[in-house]
């Protein structure tokens, strides 16, 4: 796995490495015919890169660094926009639509924070699916039991193994449903969701604009931390670890904990009683809201009827390129009605106040981020019936917080060699910097423990 943002930052200013040296590498290893990168990157940039790396380098020579991810490797996904280019979205269908006027927001302030972006990488298909694959593109390997062959999880599949396979420090992600999270989880990666609104969502082409959110796959929670800072043009200092002992943790019993395998029942429990052992109070409580989802949503929810908002036209003129498990999901949100979307701004309003009184008092929430382990590619790409009830239970629990609008991490807590699993920390609208500060503390618990 890669090295994270300080360790690189470190070397860089100790004059161990060069930006330069950096790009080439993750370049050598993006271009492998015996790795991933075909299947990770939809398109990459060398050229760009080495110039970008190179500008950093005479920069730092000069005595500037202009943050801390000024020539380090940075991925983004398939989604924002590039200028001069057509936002291909992980699809097909959009070959020959108008190029991108500039960048979207966040690729114009990860430049202009020195970051070297070394490509564009694969997702499903328009964000929609929890899973990675993709029909266009192929679909990249998870770093678990290649030989197998096991999905990556999405939808920013791309994101998160070009990450592992050291071919980027971070891979910038969306969120919609666990976008970032559940391919943060299964590849053994830290994932950041922020709340929808903290960084701006201009110029990445939409799933749901009711739920997006942008966050980043790195290999630690300071990681994740660097880039939604730089990303939300947030100047207050970096979070620092929370104190464990002054922490009360909420760990719901409804819903969330069905249905786990294993791996994910033994690496949840350890992680818990590390939490405990700790100085952590950890308490369990029944959220009854969380068995209203499913029915709230029932029609399709904000993504059917936002995707087919911006999709209708493009399904008009292209529906025929579309993957198929992806099109007749966005056109559930053609029979849903006025009145249905104003009755689903109300019953998610009610619901996230009665969600956030209940959990008012405590720092955080504690889940499993996907309560089963990676699956194999093979099963879901063999059987409709297998790819959609899969893809719903790794959803269930990361939507939970988008619906709610909230902040969350996804932390690696299994053992050494065993499966990747995510422990999932959540909190309200508002609550980025304080899940960050839990997650750094988080993780140094879970590390001490791996070890």
Not at 30 to 40: F, I, K, L, M
Not at 297 to 326: C, M, Q, S
Not at 398 to 413: E, H, K, Q
Request: glycine content about 8%; overall charge negative; proline content about 6%.
């Amino acid at each position: 796995m890669t090295s994270t943002v300080n360790e690189q930052q470190q070397a860089l200013a100790e004059g161990r490495t060069t930006s330069l040296a950096l790009t080439e590498e993750a370049l050598r290893r993006a271009a492998d015919p015996a790795g991933e990168g075909a299947r990770v990157f939809t398109k990459l940039y060398p050229d760009a890169a080495r110039a970008a790396a190179q500008a950093s380098d005479l920069l730092r020579k000069a005595g500037l660094v202009r943050s801390p991810i000024d020539g380090l490797t940075v991925s983004i996904k398939d989604l924002f926009d590039v200028a001069g280019e057509v936002t291909m979205a992980g699809s097909v269908a959009r070959a020959g639509e108008p190029a991108a006027a500039e960048d979207a927001v966040v690729v114009r302030r990860l430049r202009t924070a020195g970051a070297v972006i070394v490509g564009r990488t694969n997702m499903t298909e328009f964000a929609y699916s929890g899973l990675g694959l993709n029909p266009h593109y192929d679909v990249p390997r998870n770093p678990w039991d290649r030989r197998t062959g096991r999905i990556p999880g999405g939808s920013s599949s791309g994101a998160a193994v070009s990450v592992t396979d050291g071919m980027a420090v971070a891979g910038i992600g969306s969120d919609t449903g666990g976008s970032v999270r559940i391919p943060a989880a299964f590849c053994g990666l830290v994932g950041f969701k922020p709340t929808a609104a903290r960084v701006p969502l201009t110029g990445a082409l939409p799933l749901s604009f009711s739920l997006d959110s942008i966050g980043a796959i790195a290999p630690s929670v300071a990681c994740c931390a660097v880039l939604d800072a730089i990303m939300a043009a947030d100047e207050e200092p970096l979070p620092r670890p929370a104190d464990l002992g002054k922490l009360r943790f909420a760990v719901p019993t409804t819903l969330v904990l069905e249905g786990m395998d294993k791996d994910v029942a033994r690496a949840f429990e350890q992680a818990l009683a590390s939490l405990s052992s700790s100085g952590a109070r950890i308490d369990e409580i029944a959220v009854p809201e969380f068995t209203e989802l499913a029915a709230i949503n029932a029609k399709g929810g904000f993504t059917a009827a936002e995707a087919w908002t911006w999709h209708r036209d493009l399904i008009e003129r292209a529906g025929d390129r579309y993957d198929p498990r992806v099109v007749s999901r966005i056109r559930r949100g053609k029979d849903i009605s006025a009145a249905d979307y104003l009755d689903l701004l109300a019953a998610r309003k009610a619901w996230r106040a009665s969600v956030e009184a209940r959990i008012q008092g405590y720092d955080a929430l504690l889940l499993p981020t996907v309560p089963v382990v990676a699956p194999a590619i093979a099963d879901l790409a063999a059987s409709d019936e297998v790819y959609y009830a899969t893809n719903g239970l790794i959803l269930r629990n990361p939507t939970m917080i988008n619906f709610l609008d909230g902040a969350a991490l996804s932390v690696p807590c299994h053992a050494p060699g065993e499966a990747p699993v995510g422990l999932m920390i959540a909190g309200p609208a508002g609550a980025d910097r304080r899940i960050l500060s839990i997650g750094m503390a988080v993780e140094a618990v879970r590390s001490q423990a791996r070890a």
